[in-house]
């Protein structure tokens, strides 16, 4: 079972910040925290990770709170093109263990 | 970032026969490769974990004798659908873990396979 919560959908307008939460309450200590999308009909596309402290690549920017019990995901300047379910997946980064996806939140960016 | 490939993108097939899906991975090597399923309006449903060189395992739920899966290599994983049948028809996609390099055990994903039965 999926260890974190999301909101089922958002909406966001084009151009402005787009905020994903995640609640990730019984996160363990060597659990990091993963988010990917997928749109459409297309294979997961991995964005960011973080463990403690926040992130930032050319994608987007990862916000983890001091308990690291959530999460935020932050799209800074939405475009169409990523309108797409957002799936936040807590997972130990060793061994085998797969990501297990849970229903994500589906972001829609509206011109 | 690291590439992963499948092959067919799309098959179509009749109801008894057996299908045959490939995982690439095409610029990195993957000890571990997962296989997931994902029907309309849901998430993905991991299948398996399968290691090079060694059998795969299954989640539970999952039949193996439905659902062949072998991982001879650190770059090919193959899952066979066989005796497919109307309600097999669904979204694949397979994933692998870097075992090296920047990407080093992050998991990429591949394009997906859909399967329709008729």
């Known amino acids: 079972d999926a260890k974190t919560t999301q909101p089922t959908s958002m909406d966001c307008a084009e151009g402005r910040a787009a905020n994903l939460p995640c609640n990730h309450s019984?996160?363990?200590?060597?659990?990091?925290v993963y988010w990917y999308r997928q749109i459409h009909s297309q294979g997961p596309q991995y964005i960011i990770h973080g463990l403690k402290n926040n992130e930032t690549n050319e994608m987007a920017s990862l916000i983890i709170t001091e308990d690291r019990k959530s999460s935020t995901l932050i799209l800074p300047h939405a475009t169409l093109r990523d309108t797409a379910v957002y799936y936040c997946i807590v997972r130990v980064n060793s061994g085998n263990t797969p990501l297990v996806f849970g229903k994500g939140t589906r972001l829609s960016v509206i011109a | 970032g690291a590439v992963v490939s499948q092959h067919p993108s799309w098959v179509i097939c009749k109801s008894g026969t057996s299908v045959k899906i490939e995982c690439r991975s095409l610029?990195?090597?993957?000890?571990?490769m997962f296989w997931y399923r994902q029907f309309p309006k849901q998430s993905l449903m991991l299948m398996a974990t399968?290691?090079?060189?060694?059998?795969?395992?299954?989640e539970q739920g999952v039949e193996k004798d439905k659902f062949l899966i072998n991982h001879a290599s650190l770059t090919l994983s193959t899952l066979t659908v066989t005796s497919a049948h109307p309600e097999d028809s669904s979204f694949y996609i397979c994933s692998a873990r870097a075992l090296s390099g920047s990407s080093y055990n992050e998991q990429f994903f591949g394009p997906g396979t859909r399967l329709t039965v008729l």
């Open positions: 399968s290691n090079e060189g060694s059998k795969a395992t299954y």
């Open positions: 019984t996160i363990s200590g060597n659990e990091y």
């Open positions: 610029d990195f090597q993957a000890t571990t």
